[in-house]
């Protein structure tokens, strides 16, 4: 569960921010519908994108063996684009957000998103690792959760444990380390 909320939270704001560049790069007009629609846009693509890049890819396959080296490379682009032309699609209507300009307006209002979906896809998918890495911490330090994977502390001590076991614990030395670094300390 915690893998889903922490894949989600952190796609989430990279798409709000993705979303307001569009916003503010394009006649789309997002505006404060952002929230919702980074939250609708999140959702898409974690769920129905892989869906219908395979079923796209599918399709593309059936005549692979026909195609030349950048005929595949030229395929492989067109289905990236149309992915997120149909993901900015379902984003635009189940959302606020609206496409404004007149016809030519229009027309780059629904060319140019997708293009920055793309770029915001691939640098995502760059710095995903670490943006997850750091996001699962945060969680993990809001929720009061401690794993070994955060580095952080051992558990609390039980209360029947000696004052050496939780001085142990908490510097992470034991007795004759102590000593032996306070008779070093005398030298």
């Known amino acids: 569960m915690k893998k889903w909320v922490v894949r ?11 979303l307001l560049l569009i916003g503010w790069l394009t006649p789309a007009r997002v505006g404060w519908a952002a929230l919702w629609a980074g939250i609708v846009l999140t ?14 890819r599918s399709m ?19 289905l990236a684009f149309a992915v997120a032309f149909l ?4 984003t635009v209507l189940l959302t606020g957000v609206s496409i ?14 997708p293009v920055f979906l793309l770029i915001g896809w691939a640098i995502y998918g760059a710095i995903d690792d670490k943006v997850e890495s750091q996001a699962g911490a945060l969680y993990d330090k809001a929720t009061g959760t401690r794993t070994a994977a955060t580095g952080s502390s051992a558990p609390a001590v039980p209360r029947s444990e000696s004052s050496a076991a939780r001085n142990e614990l908490n510097d992470g030395l034991t007795e004759e380390q102590r000593r032996m670094l306070d008779e070093l300390g005398k030298s």
Do not use: D, H, Q
């Open 8 to 18: 989600f939270v952190s796609l989430l704001v990279f798409n709000v921010v993705v």
């Open 60 to 78: 593309a396959a059936k005549s692979a063996g026909r195609r030349t080296r950048a005929g595949e490379k030229l395929v492989e682009a067109l």
């Open 100 to 113: 404004g300009g007149g016809i030519f307006g229009a027309f780059w209002g629904y060319v140019l998103p």
């Open 87 to 90: 993901v900015w699609i379902g």
């Open 43 to 56: 959702a898409i693509v974690i769920w129905i994108k892989p869906l219908v890049e395979k079923w796209f």
